[in-house]
């Protein structure tokens, strides 16, 4: 089975940029997560979707974050403008509802 | 809320050692409890995980046992291998519909031939 597919894998902008990423989840995927992984810390959550309905977005900064999965399926989140402390890599997970998430390879953010 | 505690690293072996890392957690209700493994370059994958209190979880020669009497899960292995050198993290799911993972802050393994 294909894994999740996240692009781009590395990204370079400057302070207050914007800047986009793409998720592709597994086939069937209800559920799909974008995790924010900073230098030396664990993933943490930013949104979680369930089909194209957001069930958690507590921890999503939405004054410049922004996520979207259009048709149940991919999905986009988008950075504007963009902080110095918004380098980390952003991973995508995906799951059958409360089965284990998988994850892509994820894309590794940096901002200048 | 929920969190997860484990052991700060790096943790540096020399091949065929054994292998121990601790996690401890907070949460309500009845979490799920995983290892996921993250080697470099590379998105993290899941390596073990347990449901219930009791359940012990192993893959790949790794084991964990979810003992809910001392809110822990920590990762063993008898025999460490270079190709297992990595960063691994403990992580819970609090249950119901909502299945966000709570990861610990993750623990960097390298092993030496």
């Known amino acids: 089975e294909a894994g999740v597919a996240q692009s781009p894998r590395y990204k370079i902008i400057e302070k207050r940029q914007s800047v986009a990423f793409w998720c592709n989840p597994i086939?069937?995927?209800?559920?799909l997560y974008w995790y924010q992984q900073i230098l030396g810390q664990g993933p943490k959550l930013l949104i979680q979707?369930?089909?194209?309905?957001?069930?958690?977005d507590s921890q999503l900064p939405k004054d410049r974050f922004s996520a979207e999965r259009l048709k149940g399926v991919d999905s986009t989140l988008k950075i504007q403008p963009a902080k110095l402390e918004d380098s980390a890599v952003y991973l995508c997970?995906?799951?059958?509802?409360?089965?284990?998430?998988?994850f892509g390879d994820g894309t590794r953010l940096s901002i200048l | 809320g929920n969190s997860v505690t484990q052991m700060e690293g790096p943790v540096t072996l020399s091949e065929e050692a054994f292998l121990t890392i601790n996690c401890t957690y907070t949460?309500?209700?009845?979490?799920?409890l995983f290892w996921y493994v993250q080697y470099p370059g590379e998105g993290l994958q899941l390596l073990l995980k347990a449901t219930k209190a009791d359940d012990k979880g192993s893959n790949k020669g790794f084991e964990a046992t979810y003992r809910k009497e001392t809110t822990s899960f920590h990762l063993e292995k008898g025999s460490v291998q270079v190709s297992d050198s990595a960063v691994y993290f403990c992580?819970?799911?609090?249950?119901?519909?909502?299945?966000?993972?709570?990861f610990g802050k993750g623990t960097l393994l390298t092993v030496n031939p």
């Open positions: 086939s069937g995927h209800a559920t």
């Open positions: 992580a819970l799911t609090g249950g119901g519909s909502n299945y966000k993972l709570t």
């Open positions: 979707f369930q089909n194209n309905g957001v069930v958690d």
């Open positions: 949460a309500t209700g009845y979490p799920s």
């Open positions: 997970a995906s799951s059958f509802y409360n089965q284990p998430q998988h």
